[in-house]
Structures are given as structure tokens and as C-alpha cells.
């Protein structure tokens, strides 16, 4: 018979609690309790109809988490923000300028947004309307950001360009620059100014998919999502699950490919119903969202909204009866 | 056995389709609100409650190409700066199985 060794390349671990974290299939002694234990999923990750834009859109910037998320500009209306209560969106105040290919970091109530192209304008959001702030160091689109509206970090940008900057709430900061620049996907991905992700999304540059990781002081590769999209919609965080969703992997096509990042490799989550591309994204890894965006039908935009609940995976405990 | 059934219906957001759906069932939206089903009773019976009405393949990909058809009229007609942020839709073929 088959050792777990042999099976899983591990030695079942002698721990004296169940670990706080734990991935399918994985197997320990609690030395406390006196029983083997063991991890399983329980409920498979899927997307699920959120409510729909009040106008569909692409191309704005988006944060927060499932149940209080922002889509603000983009595509017409010009300038337009709308809230998401994990129910349904409603109108807040537009932008003071409309911009295309822009990004931020923070919450439904306290954000910051930066980048585009030709612009440097900045702009922050406290729940109800928008100020102009201090510009941004580069003219840039399609930048990546994490953080909040306080310690943000925003990196790299197509063109491409590589640059980094913190925002403290009033000023940027100049940081390391980025391995390999170029376009960011839509929607935070990290966990904060010292824990982003940059999934690269510059198209028909062979910089697709690449994967660097910022731990407040540089930047370091990592793995390469598989489905290498452009315009996907990013949410989560580095130490627990990131997802990134849909995106043009075509010069024709958009994707309901959905991938999952555990923080050096990327490995295929269920799929939208329904493809897009440069849509937002919110929320975690295990409770997310995607919205807008474009798709093949006229008019080619979309006010549809996703909703991901990761895999839920549960400890049990092993009997032989 | 046919694997898919074929349907047009409006998404009208939260809980049009929901995660018990998606495992019970096949779904994906495709221009001009068509959705494949996964061909099972749980399926039909979503396809019902939605409204929908149901299209042969045939019937379904008319729609579709309809769709990326006007798709692509409408996106060849946008200046050079627009046509490089949006893809130029592309041909969908629906699963037939």
C-alpha cells in the first residue's frame, strides 16, 4: 500500500494544532487532540450574477472588496462613479475629468487613483466625491496600484515603463523600479504598499503573464499565469489567493479563463460565465468581483458584474471505521 | 446524448445565476444574451425560471453572429485611438455537442 510520502512527496507532520492554513489534500497528526487530520475541499470555487452596472463601461478604475466596491470612469459616461453594496451599484459623484486607462488603491470610501495617458492628474475619493491631488511623477496608463488611499503603492505602466512610487496620502515618493515594465491588469492586486503583485498585460510584447511580486523595497520574479491575458480584473492578495479574471488573449477574443496566484504559482480557478476584458476587479481571492468591460457584441461593453467565492476547504478528522 | 441546450435571456443581475447553478450546470453568455446550457433538468429548469425562450444551435448561433456582426461594424467605424484600446470582435462559434 501506498505511503502518504510516497503519494505527496511529504512526511505527515507532528504538529500540536491544526495549522491556521491549510491547502486540499493535506494531511498532519494533531498531537493535542491525538488524531490524524486532514484538509479537503468541500465546495468548489465558482462565479456567481452580481448586480449590473447602472452603465456599462471599460476601462475606469476599481477597488474594494465584494460588498462595498467603486468603478469609477472609463468609458461613457464620462467621469461616472458608481458603488457596489454586494447587491447593486448606485451612482456617487463623477471624476472631476474623465479618464481612460487610470488605476488606484483603497476603499470604497478612501482612494486613490492615478495615471492616464498623456496625463499625470491624481485624484482621491472619499466615499461621495473627488479631489484633484498632487500629480503623479510620470505620464503613464495602464499602471498597476495597491494600498490604500494613505500608503498606496503604484508601479510600471505601458510604453512600457517600470517606475515606482509610494503615496502617503499627500506626496509620491520615488521606490525600485520594476524588472520588466508594461500595462497593468484592472484592479488592486496585493495586499498593500509593501505586498503587491504586478501581472504584466502588455500585449504582443512576449511580456504577457510575467509575474513580479514588490516586498516594500524590490522587485522579484515569479511565476507566469498560464492564460496570458490582457485586461484582466485582478483581486486579492499575495500571502493568501489573488485572482485574476477574463482579459483579451486574442486580438480577437476576450476569455472567461479565471486563474489563482498562492504567491509563486499561477494555477486555472472555475471561469466566468460570461467573457470580457479591461473590466474592474475587487475584493479577494476568495470572495471577489469583476465587472464591466468589454465584449464581442454591440454595443461592446458590458454592465454585467461576477462574483467569485473561492474553494472553501475544511479540516476533518481521519477515522478508519 | 446532446451535451448543450441553447437560450436567450436577459441577465438581470444579482442572482441570475448563482454559484449552485454554475455547479449544477453548464453555463456561458455569449453575444445578444445567449447562454449554452448544460443539457439537464436542472439546466432547463434555470433556462425557465429566467424567462428565457429556447433556440436550436442553429437559431442561437444566428444571434451571435448577428451580434459581433453589428460588433464589428460599430468598432470598425472608431477612430485609431479607440480601435487600440477594444478588440475588433472576433467570430464566436457556440459549442455543439
Known amino acids: ?321 | 446524448m446532446e451535451l448543450f441546450m441553447y437560450g436567450t435571456a436577459v441577465n438581470t443581475g444579482k442572482g441570475f445565476f448563482t454559484h449552485e447553478d454554475r455547479q449544477d450546470f453548464y453555463l456561458a453568455g455569449h453575444p445578444g444574451n445567449v447562454w449554452v446550457i448544460g443539457k439537464n433538468e436542472k439546466g432547463a429548469l434555470w433556462l425557465a425560471a429566467k424567462n428565457g425562450v429556447t433556440k436550436t444551435h442553429a437559431e442561437a448561433q444566428a444571434i451571435v453572429d448577428a451580434e459581433v456582426t453589428a460588433g464589428q461594424t460599430a468598432w470598425d467605424a472608431l477612430s485609431d485611438e479607440e480601435k487600440a484600446i477594444s478588440n475588433r470582435p472576433g467570430p464566436i462559434t457556440l459549442p455543439y455537442a
Open chain 1, 1 to 321: 500500500m501506498a505511503s502518504y510520502n510516497t503519494i505527496r512527496g511529504l512526511r505527515v507532520k507532528y504538529l500540536s494544532a491544526d495549522p491556521a492554513t491549510s491547502e486540499s489534500g493535506q494531511v498532519w497528526y494533531n498531537s493535542t487532540t491525538g488524531s490524524l487530520r486532514a484538509a479537503g475541499i468541500i465546495g468548489l470555487a465558482s462565479w456567481s450574477a452580481g448586480g449590473n452596472l447602472g452603465s456599462a463601461r471599460t476601462n475606469g478604475c476599481s477597488g474594494g472588496t465584494q460588498t462595498a466596491a467603486l468603478y469609477a470612469g472609463g468609458g461613457s459616461p464620462g467621469g461616472a462613479t458608481e458603488l457596489y453594496n454586494g447587491t447593486a451599484w448606485t451612482g456617487s459623484g463623477a471624476m472631476n475629468t474623465n479618464r481612460f486607462g487610470h488605476r488606484g488603491a483603497g476603499t470604497q470610501t478612501s482612494y486613490i487613483m492615478a495615471g492616464n495617458d498623456p496625463s499625470t492628474a491624481a485624484e482621491s475619493f472619499n466615499g461621495s466625491a473627488w479631489s484633484n491631488e498632487t500629480a503623479y511623477p510620470t505620464s503613464v496608463s495602464g499602471i498597476g496600484a495597491a494600498g490604500t488611499d494613505a500608503a498606496a503603492v503604484f508601479f510600471a505602466g505601458g510604453t512600457p515603463i517600470t517606475s515606482t512610487f509610494y503615496w502617503n496620502g499627500s506626496a509620491w515618493s520615488d521606490q525600485s523600479a520594476a524588472n520588466q515594465g508594461g500595462a497593468a491588469n484592472n484592479g488592486p492586486l496585493g495586499a498593500g504598499q509593501s505586498d503587491a503583485v504586478f501581472l504584466s498585460a502588455t500585449e504582443l510584447t512576449g511580456l504577457q503573464g510575467r509575474t513580479q511580486i514588490w516586498d516594500d523595497s524590490s522587485w522579484t520574479n515569479s511565476g507566469t499565469a498560464s492564460t496570458q491575458g490582457d485586461g484582466r480584473s485582478n483581486m486579492g492578495t499575495v500571502g493568501t489567493s489573488c485572482v485574476s479574471a477574463g482579459g483579451r488573449t486574442s486580438p480577437t477574443g476576450y476569455s472567461v479563463a479565471c486563474e489563482s496566484f498562492n504567491g509563486s504559482t499561477w494555477s486555472t480557478t472555475a471561469s466566468l460565465a460570461a467573457p470580457k476584458a479591461a473590466g474592474g476587479g475587487a475584493g479577494t481571492g476568495s470572495a471577489g468581483l469583476a465587472f464591466g468591460g468589454n465584449s464581442s457584441g454591440s454595443p461592446d461593453v458590458t454592465a454585467a458584474t461576477e462574483e467569485f467565492t473561492g474553494a472553501v476547504v475544511s479540516t476533518q478528522t481521519v477515522t478508519t471505521s
